[in-house]
């Protein structure tokens, strides 16, 4: 993207990650943007971090647990309107505690590491 742009949701990449539904709105090499949905009971897979790479996770709706393995504290709850930020290389994983979907907004600079979400 080299100029403002509308991105419409039909438009947007899928890719599942365990139970996570995970919509890809933008991904420009030095950002990525996106807006995942957790069923309640649910858990995303384990992500193992991303080298070079800061993490914002927004919740939009819903109540999640973070699980960090490798850090204190380990867990980290989050309600509507918290956001958490996930420095570069550590490893979480997302657990919808709540009764309902959970929603939650993704940013993350400058990009995954991950060939599978390189357009």
């Known amino acids: 993207m080299?100029?403002?742009?509308?991105?419409?949701?039909?438009?947007?990449e899928i890719v599942m990650e365990g139970g996570e539904c995970v919509r890809i709105d933008a991904n420009t090499g030095?950002?990525?943007?996106?807006?995942?949905s957790l069923p309640a009971g649910k858990e995303g897979a384990l992500d193992p971090g991303h080298q070079d790479a800061h993490e914002i996770a927004y919740l939009i709706r819903g109540r999640?647990?973070?699980?960090?393995p490798n850090s204190t504290p380990k867990w980290?709850?989050?309600?509507?309107?918290?956001?958490?930020?996930i420095p570069e290389g550590e490893p979480y994983k997302v657990i919808n505690v709540g009764e309902e979907t959970a929603l939650i907004?993704?940013?993350l600079a400058p990009d995954l590491g991950r060939d599978w979400l390189t357009k």
């Open 2 to 12: 080299t100029k403002p742009a509308l991105i419409r949701e039909q438009d947007a």
């Open 30 to 36: 030095k950002i990525i943007f996106s807006v995942a």
């Open 64 to 68: 999640v647990v973070f699980e960090f």
């Open 76 to 85: 980290v709850e989050l309600r509507e309107g918290d956001a958490v930020f």
């Open 105 to 107: 907004s993704w940013s």
